[in-house]
C-alpha cells in the first residue's frame, strides 16, 4: 500500500524568505511522486512530478523538489517566498503502473507573511 | 490549452435526491478519475475509467455510479444523497499508459441540504 505523510499541517513564511513543505511516502514499489497546489475555492494544479528519473525535479512558479530514496522523501522548496504562493499544498503519490490512482497527503497551507 | 471541463460547477440537492456529476477530459485523453474531497480533506479516490471500462475503485459508496462514453466522457451518478455527500468532487484525466501525471479539473461543489 502507498501512502505519504505531510509533516506539517500549516507553514508560515515571510515574503522574499525560502519555503520548506516536507513530504515523506511510503510504497511497495518504485513511485511517482507529485506536488500539486490548490488555491482556495479552485482546482488542483500541478506543480511538478517525479517519475524516477532525475531526483531533483524542477516545476512551475520556481518550485523544486528532491526525491531522496534513503529518506524516502519528496521535500518541496522554493527560494523565495511571494505572496501568491499562499494555497494548501498536496504530497501525492502514486504506484501501481496501468492505473495510477493517486494518493493524497493530508495537504500543508502556506501562509505567506507581507 | 484545454482543461478539463466538469459540470455544473455548483449544485444544491436535497437529502434522497439524485445527483448527476459529468465530466469531459483534455481531448485524446483516454483514462478518468473521480475524486471526493469533503470539507477540510484531502481529495479521495472514488473510481476510474480506461476505455471505457472501469480500471479502478476506491471508497465510492454503493449508492455512487460512473461510466465513461464513447466520446470519453464520464458521468457521476449519486442517489438517495445524504448530509455527508457534501463535498467537492473533482475529475481528473490522464493522457495514456505512459503518462503518470493527471491533469484535474475545476470540480464541482455538491450541497445536500
Known amino acids: 500500500a502507498q501512502s505519504v505523510t505531510q509533516l506539517d499541517s500549516h507553514v508560515s513564511v515571510s515574503e522574499g524568505t525560502p519555503v520548506l513543505l516536507r513530504c515523506n511516502y511510503s510504497s511497495s514499489y518504485s513511485p511517482s511522486l507529485f506536488w500539486y497546489v490548490q488555491h482556495p475555492n479552485k482546482g488542483l494544479q500541478l506543480l511538478l512530478k517525479?517519475?524516477?528519473?532525475?531526483?531533483l525535479v524542477k516545476g512551475i512558479n520556481g518550485f523544486e523538489a528532491e526525491f531522496k530514496k534513503s529518506e524516502t522523501s519528496f521535500h518541496l522548496t522554493k527560494p523565495s517566498a511571494h505572496m501568491s504562493d499562499a494555497a494548501e499544498y498536496f504530497c501525492v503519490v502514486s504506484e501501481r503502473p496501468g492505473n495510477e490512482k493517486l494518493t493524497f497527503g493530508t495537504g500543508t497551507r502556506l501562509t505567506i507573511i507581507p | 490549452a484545454a482543461g478539463v471541463i466538469q459540470s455544473p460547477r455548483h449544485l444544491i440537492k436535497e437529502k434522497r435526491e439524485t445527483a448527476t456529476l459529468k465530466c469531459y477530459p483534455i481531448?485524446?485523453?483516454?483514462?478518468v478519475y473521480w475524486y471526493q474531497q469533503g470539507p477540510g480533506q484531502d481529495p479521495q479516490f472514488l473510481i476510474s475509467f480506461y476505455e471505457k471500462m472501469q480500471s479502478d475503485k476506491g471508497s465510492i459508496p454503493d449508492r455512487f455510479s460512473a461510466q465513461q462514453f464513447s466520446d470519453y466522457h464520464s458521468e457521476l451518478n449519486m442517489s438517495s444523497l445524504e448530509l455527508g455527500d457534501s463535498a467537492l468532487y473533482f475529475c481528473?484525466?490522464?493522457?495514456?499508459?505512459?503518462?503518470?501525471?493527471?491533469?484535474f479539473g475545476p470540480g464541482t461543489r455538491l450541497t445536500v441540504t
Open positions: 481531448p485524446r485523453h483516454d483514462t
Open positions: 481528473a484525466s490522464r493522457p495514456g499508459f505512459r503518462s503518470v501525471e493527471q491533469y
Open positions: 517525479y517519475t524516477s528519473a532525475a531526483t
